[in-house]
Structures are given as structure tokens and as C-alpha cells.
């Protein structure tokens, strides 16, 4: 009945050029995508606006609620155009770093100059001291500062390598004082929240005041705000993570910048943190970058791939992420199908090797008194489901907090609403029609079962939901319901 819902992690797939027509999206849609993401810092706004639209038409034909998650691109540090075929680096070369399109003022004598984008050369020079790090290239190669001369910087070469266009820059250890939001990322999130999207995620997020700031804009643009996404890649995102994680709406591992900007050893127990911490919250969670790296050009994943992403099941992950495996990969659909089947092979085992910490009730909710006793309930008497019936989603999202060993079924009345739920682990649902008052709440919830095949006659499930109003926040009771009982069916 239910094993449509046997997969409880979600699956965050990126869009790109292999999965961008409606063909493609409806593929990954009967395949299992919970959430599109659109990577901002490629394609147009007409590609991205058609992407939206296929999105949208695939989730319709398939009858599912599939969100759309724009991903701002943010301030970025990278290299400007050097010379054709690149730059060849050695240990002990020294560089200078001026703003691409502009003369270099100091002497070149002894240097190679390096432009970098305009953008932040001013910005990255005042926060720079001598003796820091900039690392090119994701980390191949590496430079230590000798001397700033704003808006220039030298810097000598320690790890060598050819450098070529456009290659990324990552400052680690040094706190950065650019804006958040970069020109072209305001003009992106206008155009995104007009399209429709359900969640925002905010690159190289380093402090609350970020969060605050994207949602500043936000509300000039709409009254109906997407979710928040805070992407944590930087040191000072870590540090703060607990008050991160508390004002967003949700936490995106971005572990490649992550790995460049404190090393890739500390990347799995930041994760493990990250992780924990959103589950005690009850914030959704996605693990992200080279899950199935290989999957971009082979049919099948490494075995630490596989491994990393069970291990992320394992952590209490509400989402995984697939990148470039399904925008540019040769396997697009492959790799989101071998990625449900790992999620389903470590749910299958999460009894023995979950390292998820039990969350425990808010004293003094009675919205989690009322969630947290119907994830038991279900347990103990045997239910097929539990139905949670809510107006803004809160509800729902505080009962998948305790982990029910049944599917989640939120039953809302707003698919765009549901469509936010795509983030939670284990979370399906359902839009019907505006509840009142006076509605046999019993048997909306039953002919929604039965007409879906969620249930047959006999079965138990919870139910919670605020009685008699049905208004937003008044979550007050749990039942144990026998689908057929409503109507005065019998089971036999």
C-alpha cells in the first residue's frame, strides 16, 4: 500500500544541461527526485526560466510535489582571464593579484601578474593580512600573502600548478567583509521568487546576519516567502552553526568550499555536528557535493561513494545532493536511481548502524507533546501511517523531528506549502480541499487514504490535527483511527 514511501531521505538533484528538457525532468521526477535544483551561477534566466516551467509539468503529470530550490551564486572569488594555455606556477614564484581590467600600479619586476574579478579585489585586499592563505583552483594550488597594497595583493606560490581562466579563489582563515549578495545575485532571487521558487539557498553564508539580510530582500520582493537555505562552507559558519542553524530554514553541507577553506579532514565530523544539530532542532539537512562524483562519467559509483552516502543515512541526513552527476553527467538518471537504492539499503539497516540521537519533546510544547506521542503510538499499535493534518507545515515538520518507523503524511490544503515539506525526511503528502469546522475530519482523512491506496479497510493509523477550529497553531490532539470506522465500515 504504502511502498511508494519506503525511502524516507529526500534526493536533491541539480539541473543543468543534461536534465533540462521535459522528457529529462519527467525521468528523474518517476525516478524519484524530491527537489530541482537550479544552479544560478550557470545558464540564463531564460534557460532557468524554462526550467521552471518543465519542472512544474513534470510534477503535474506525475501527480507528485516536487520543489524547486534556487541556488544563489554569491560573491565570487575567482581568477580573471590569463594568458592562453594558462599560467605555470612554481614553488617561490611571486604573483601579483590586481582587478581584471585595470593597469597593474605596482612593479611587475620579479611578479606574474594575476587579475581577479573587479568585484572583490577591493574588498578581499582589506581583509587580507600578510602571512595569509589563498588557495586557487579548489586548493591545487596554494599562496601565502607577503604584502597588500589595496587594491592589489603579492603573494608567493607554496604548492604550484598551471592556473588557467576563471579558476576559483578561497581565503581560508580569513573573515571576509564583502556583502552577502552580490548585484547579480539580487537581480537572480527577483527574477527567482517571480518564477516561483520554493527555497533560496544562500552561498558562503557566514553569520546570522546573512540570513537576516537575504530575508530583508526577500520581503521587497513577495508577501509569500520561499524557505531559507543557508549553505555552510566557511570557518565562520561553523563557528556560529548553532545560531545558524536556529534562524534558517533549512542547512545545506556544502562540503567542497568546506573542504578547501578548513581541510578535507575535518570535513566528516563537521558534518556529523551539522547534522545533529539540525536534527535536535527539527531543520532539514542535505549533504551535498561529489555523492556520486564518478556517476558523471561511469555507470556505476565508487565504493566510497556508496559508502558516503549510507554514512550520511546513517548521520540522520533529511536530504543527499547530486551536482554535476545529473547537470552535465552522462548518467543522469542512473546516478538518482543508484542513489535511491543506497538510501533504501541503509534505511533497510538504520536499526544497527544509526548514529541519529533520539529528539526529545520541548518541555512545555504541546506541539511536540502531541507529535512526539504519535510517533510512539504509531509504533506500538501497528499503524500503517500517520496523517498530520496542518495549515503552515509546522506540524509536520516537528512530527518527522522524532522519526516515525511509519511513512509521514501531511494533508494540507496549499501545494505550495507541500511542496516546502519535499525538504523533510520522510514526509509525503497530500492537498485537499480547504477543511472547515463542520468537515467529519474522519473521513476526509479516509477517502484520502482509500482513493490513494494508502490504506485499506481495517488499517490503524494517527491522526493529529487542532480541533474543533482546524485554525494554524492549534495542534491539540492525537487519534488512533480505523479506516472504515468513519463511515460505519467494517473490515472483513
Not at 18 to 25: D, F
Not at 114 to 130: F, G, N, R
Not at 217 to 228: A, F, G, M, Q, S
Request: charged fraction near 25%; glycine fraction near 8%; include cysteine.
Amino acid at each position: 500500500m504504502l511502498s511508494s514511501f519506503k525511502r524516507r531521505v529526500k534526493i536533491v538533484a541539480t539541473l543543468g544541461p543534461s536534465t533540462c528538457s521535459l522528457q529529462q525532468i519527467s525521468g528523474l521526477v518517476s525516478d524519484g527526485l524530491d527537489v530541482a535544483r537550479l544552479n544560478f551561477s550557470h545558464g540564463s534566466h531564460d534557460f532557468h526560466r524554462e526550467l521552471f516551467r518543465n519542472v512544474r509539468e513534470a510534477a503535474s503529470q506525475a501527480d507528485r510535489h516536487v520543489a524547486i530550490m534556487q541556488d544563489l551564486q554569491g560573491p565570487k572569488l575567482r581568477v580573471g582571464k590569463v594568458k592562453a594555455g594558462g599560467l605555470e606556477l612554481k614553488a617561490g614564484d611571486h604573483l601579483l593579484l590586481f582587478p581584471e581590467g585595470a593597469e597593474p600600479r605596482s612593479s611587475l619586476q620579479g611578479r606574474i601578474a594575476v587579475p581577479i574579478s573587479a568585484e572583490i579585489a577591493h574588498a578581499i585586499a582589506a581583509d587580507l593580512e600578510k602571512g595569509a592563505r589563498i588557495l586557487f583552483d579548489d586548493g591545487r594550488i596554494a599562496t601565502r600573502v607577503i604584502e597588500v597594497r589595496a587594491p592589489e595583493v603579492v603573494v608567493e606560490v607554496e604548492l604550484g600548478g598551471r592556473l588557467t581562466d576563471h579558476k576559483g579563489m578561497n581565503l581560508p582563515g580569513t573573515p571576509l567583509s564583502m556583502p552577502c549578495l552580490s548585484e547579480k545575485d539580487l537581480a537572480d532571487l527577483k527574477f527567482g521568487l517571480e518564477q516561483g521558487a520554493d527555497a533560496v539557498a544562500l552561498s558562503f553564508v557566514r553569520s546570522v546576519k546573512d540570513i537576516e539580510i537575504l530575508r530583508q530582500e526577500i520581503r521587497k520582493v513577495t508577501n509569500n516567502p520561499p524557505l531559507v537555505i543557508a549553505k555552510i562552507e566557511r570557518e565562520e559558519a561553523i563557528e556560529e552553526q548553532d545560531a545558524i542553524v536556529a534562524a534558517t530554514d533549512g542547512i545545506l553541507i556544502a562540503r567542497g568550499d568546506m573542504a578547501v577553506e578548513i581541510g578535507p579532514e575535518r570535513v566528516p565530523s563537521v558534518q556529523k555536528s551539522l547534522i545533529r544539530a539540525c536534527n535536535e532542532r527539527g531543520v532539514p539537512v542535505i549533504t551535498a557535493t561529489q555523492m556520486l562524483e564518478s556517476m558523471i562519467s561511469a555507470p556505476t559509483p565508487t565504493r566510497a561513494e556508496a559508502s558516503d552516502v549510507a554514512n550520511a543515512v546513517f548521520d540522520g541526513t533529511d536530504a543527499v545532493m547530486l551536482s554535476g552527476e545529473t547537470a552535465a553527467g552522462q548518467y543522469p538518471r542512473e546516478a538518482l536511481q543508484t542513489m535511491v537504492r543506497i538510501i533504501q539499503n541503509a534505511e533497510h539497516w538504520k536499526g544497527d548502524y544509526s548514529a541519529h540521537r533520539e529528539a526529545l519533546p520541548i518541555e512545555g510544547s504541546v506541539l511536540d507533546a502531541i507529535e512526539a506521542s504519535a510517533a510512539f503510538s504509531a509504533k506500538q499499535v501497528g499503524a500503517v501511517a500517520i496523517a498530520c493534518i496542518s495549515n503552515s507545515g509546522l506540524a509536520v515538520r516537528t512530527l518527522a523531528k522524532f522519526r516515525p518507523d511509519v511513512p509521514v503524511l501531511a494533508v494540507l490544503d496549499d501545494a505550495a506549502i507541500l511542496r516546502k515539506l519535499a525538504f523533510i525526511w520522510g514526509v509525503r503528502g497530500a492537498v485537499i480541499p480547504k477543511l472547515v469546522p463542520t468537515d467529519d475530519l474522519f473521513s476526509v482523512v479516509e477517502k484520502m487514504f482509500i482513493t490513494r491506496g494508502w490504506a485499506q479497510l481495517g488499517d490503524l493509523v494517527v491522526v493529529t490535527a487542532g480541533i474543533p477550529t482546524l485554525r494554524r497553531g492549534t495542534t491539540n490532539m492525537m487519534k488512533v483511527h480505523r479506516i472504515g470506522s468513519a463511515n460505519g465500515l467494517h473490515h472483513t
